[in-house]
Nanobody, 124 residues
Framework: QVQLVDSGGGLVQAGGSLRLSCAASGRTVSVYVMGWFRQAPGKQREFVAAISWSGGSTLFADSVKGRFTISRDNAKNTVYLQMNSLKPQDTGNYYC?????????????????WGQGTQVTVSS
């Protein structure tokens, strides 16, 4: 079992920044990839970014490329999502997720463990 606790959400004006954190605990040796997804009201959960646990490979949704970065601190078992130049359309509940197979995944079904979510609201 892997437990994920995500945090760092909040209310920010358009153009601002936030940094989300995801702390992993438990059987983290089984984790190959960590990802971030978001879900706005009435919409499906969508991929935001992913990073491999060991190699540092990353993948981003086109909508966030150049604005968001993802990083990890293996010593702390924590993954970060730095969000800059935020837009109102970035609003949603952000979830971190853990994938227990190789390969950067970009669909929710490829991830096995999920955090509880942290709300990000970007005002215009």
């Amino acid at each position: 079992q892997v437990q994920l606790v995500d945090s760092g959400g909040g209310l920010v004006q358009a153009g601002g920044s936030l940094r989300l954190s995801c702390a992993a605990s438990g059987r983290t040796v089984s984790v190959y990839v960590m990802g971030w997804f978001r879900q706005a009201p009435g919409k499906q959960r969508e991929f935001v970014a992913a990073i491999s646990w060991s190699g540092g490979s990353t993948l981003f949704a086109d909508s966030v490329k150049g604005r968001f970065t993802i990083s990890r601190d293996n010593a702390k078992n924590t993954v970060y999502l730095q969000m800059n130049s935020l837009k109102p359309q970035d609003t949603g509940n952000y979830y971190c997720a853990a994938r227990i197979a190789p390969g950067l995944g970009s669909t929710p079904g490829e991830y096995y463990y999920w955090g509880q979510g942290t709300q990000v609201t970007v005002s215009s």
